[in-house]
Nanobody, 122 residues
Framework: QVQLVESGGGSVQAGGSLRLSCAAF????????MGWFRQGLGKGRDVVAV???????YYADSVKGRFTISRDNAENTLYLQMNSLKPEDTALHYC????????????????WGQGTQVTVSS
């Protein structure tokens, strides 16, 4: 059974950094398309970053140059390093996984974690 567990959220001031982690169970992160999404209060869920099985990465325009998606195959964990955080980054952040070869910002993901809250104050 595939399970995703996020951690690392918290409250920071604008300009600060956080690193989110997503521990995966029931499959190997290097064999699935993996992604980070976020949903602000009263808003829809938006893609943040995606990494494919070959290690290629894709980012939403709003986070390019500030966020980095990566994975540790030995730890079977997905990460999102978030730097230069802005108040508009405040949201519940989710990791997701999809067992398909096609992997980019606009695909549907099958498996989801419960989310971890990121709050950025000005």
């Amino acid at each position: 059974q595939v399970q995703l567990v996020e951690s690392g959220g918290g409250s920071v001031q604008a300009g600060g950094s956080l690193r989110l982690s997503c521990a995966a169970f029931g499959y190997s992160v290097d064999r699935y398309c993996m992604g980070w999404f976020r949903q602000g209060l009263g808003k829809g869920r938006d893609v943040v970053a995606v990494i494919d099985t070959g290690g290629s990465t894709y980012y939403a325009d709003s986070v390019k140059g500030r966020f980095t998606i990566s994975r540790d195959n030995a730890e079977n964990t997905l990460y999102l390093q978030m730097n230069s955080l802005k108040p508009e980054d405040t949201a519940l952040h989710y990791c997701a996984a999809n067992p398909a070869a096609l992997c980019h910002l606009k695909i549907d993901f099958r498996y989801w974690g419960q989310g971890t809250q990121v709050t950025v104050s000005s």
